[in-house]
């Protein structure tokens, strides 16, 4: 089984940054893509940003310019840098990384718990 934890999120002012990052544990034998959701109350889960396991990204529009992810493979890791963040930023953010537990297995989808990102005066 693979567990995802996230960490990071909490209350910042507008304009201000925050700095998220969710591990993976258990039985992995490859991390393909990774990514970041988001789901503020009464809308769908909307993709933040993705990387792939090369490090190609892509970032919705809300995201580009302002938010960074990045991953650290040898960690199991990926990271969300939220910078100039806006009230409409604020929602549960949730990690996803698509593992592959052994090399001849499927590749399945792993979910973080989901981290509560306010952002208010």
């Known amino acids: 089984q693979v567990q995802l934890v996230e960490s990071g999120g909490g209350l910042v002012q507008p304009g201000g940054s925050l700095g998220l990052s969710c591990a993976a544990s258990g039985t992995i034998f490859s991390i393909f893509d990774m990514g970041w959701y988001r789901q503020a109350p009464g809308k769908e889960r909307e993709l933040v940003a993705s990387?792939?396991?090369?490090?190609?990204?892509n970032y919705a529009d809300s995201a580009k310019g302002r938010f960074t992810i990045s991953r650290d493979n040898a960690k199991n890791t990926v990271y969300l840098q939220m910078n100039s963040l806006k009230p409409e930023d604020t929602a549960v953010y949730y990690c996803n990384h698509q593992v592959k537990t052994r090399s001849w297995g499927p590749t399945s989808n792993y979910w973080g718990q989901g981290t509560q990102v306010t952002v208010s005066s």
């Open positions: 990387i792939t396991i090369n490090g190609g990204t």
